[in-house]
C-alpha cells in the first residue's frame, strides 16, 4: 500500500481526461509552459542593471529637475501677489 504501480496512475491520468478533456489539458500546459518561461526570462533580466550607473558627478538628463510646465499654475505664488 507504501507505492502506487503504473496502473494506479494511468487509472488517474484517464479519469483526468475524461473529466477536463484533452483541449481543456492542453491550453492550461500552453498557459504553464508560458508562465514558467516568463518567469525565467524575468528572473534572467532582474539580475541585469537595466541603464548603467553614471560616473560620481557626472548629472544625466534623467538627474535634471523637470522644467517648469507652462499651464499649471503655482497656487501659492497667485495669491502672494
Do not use: C, Y
Not at 478533456?21 to 500552453?30: A, V, W
Amino acid at each position: 500500500m507504501g507505492s502506487f504501480s503504473i496502473w494506479h496512475w494511468l487509472i488517474v491520468l484517464l479519469i483526468v481526461v475524461l473529466v477536463f478533456g484533452t483541449k481543456k489539458l492542453k491550453n492550461i500546459g500552453q498557459d504553464l509552459g508560458g508562465a514558467v518561461k516568463g518567469f525565467k526570462d524575468g528572473m534572467k533580466d532582474g539580475s541585469t542593471p537595466e541603464q548603467p550607473v553614471p560616473p560620481a558627478g557626472q548629472v544625466t538628463a534623467s538627474q535634471q529637475p523637470p522644467a517648469a510646465d507652462k499651464t499649471t499654475i503655482d497656487v501659492e505664488a497667485r495669491n502672494k501677489s
